[in-house]
């Protein structure tokens, strides 16, 4: 299957900071990346979905100006959260899909410690 | 939006019993529905998956069956071994564009 990388795969930061999570499709071209973030022992939550060169579309109660994404190139998306918080530690993971897969594939997640 | 109901939480079962997982959506535009399994600190890897033109598909020990009348897909795991125990996902999505993930099964297979 095709291969996502995400960097780095944790961080910790102190409140007030910003931090920067790439997702890279390392082998296909991902017209389509998507971004969830999982809690401890719960599901996937789509927080958004990034086509590469247009704005984001983001899911119902995920702040725009909080997470901020750009997908700049076909193989990378990036989410920035801004003014981090330590009820914004989360396991945040991206997927790519190509543009003929029903497939997503996931990156291996990124852990973010907010102190 | 789309909304996935995955039950049971938790499920124990003897090595060598048989699971069984179901999800319910709603959006009927649906048509792509795949399951996923995540093992504890690691990506979900898809194990697998079934369009809304198919009721059944099997692949070894595990199959997939689809009910778009009752909007309801269940994941069928037979002669389960330890190696099964893990948390598995369903999702559903409009042509694999967004995936909406149900809450999450933790399956857990005692030898």
């Known amino acids: 299957g095709a291969v996502v990388s995400q960097h780095p795969s944790w961080v910790i930061c102190k409140s007030g900071t910003s931090v920067k999570i790439e997702c890279r499709s390392l082998?296909?071209?991902?017209?389509?990346m998507f971004w969830y973030r999982q809690f401890p022992k719960q599901s996937l939550m789509l927080m958004a979905t990034s086509n590469e060169g247009s704005k984001a579309t983001y899911e119902q109660g995920v702040e725009k100006d909080k997470f901020l994404i750009n997908h700049a190139s076909l193989t990378l998306s990036t989410l920035t959260v801004t003014s981090a918080h330590p009820e914004d530690s989360s396991f945040y993971i991206c997927?790519?899909?190509?543009?003929?897969?029903?497939?997503?594939?996931f990156g291996p997640g990124t852990r973010l410690t907010v102190l | 939006g789309e909304n996935v109901e995955q039950h049971p939480s938790t499920l124990s079962v003897q090595e060598g019993d048989s699971a069984v997982i179901k999800c319910t959506y709603s959006?009927?535009?649906?048509?792509?529905f795949p399951w996923y399994k995540q093992e504890l600190g690691k990506r979900p890897q898809l194990i697998i998956d079934?369009?809304?033109?198919?009721g059944e598909k099997k692949d070894q020990r595990i199959a997939v069956t689809l009910n778009k009348t009752a909007k309801h897909f269940s994941l069928h795991i037979t002669e389960t071994q330890p190696e099964d125990s893990a948390v598995y996902f369903c999702a559903a999505s409009r042509g694999g564009n967004q995936f909406y993930f149900g809450t999450g099964t933790s399956l857990t297979v005692i030898p």
């Open positions: 079934i369009r809304s033109n198919v």
């Open positions: 082998d296909f071209q991902a017209t389509t």
């Open positions: 997927t790519g899909r190509g543009s003929s897969y029903n497939e997503q594939f």
């Open positions: 959006d009927s535009a649906s048509n792509y």
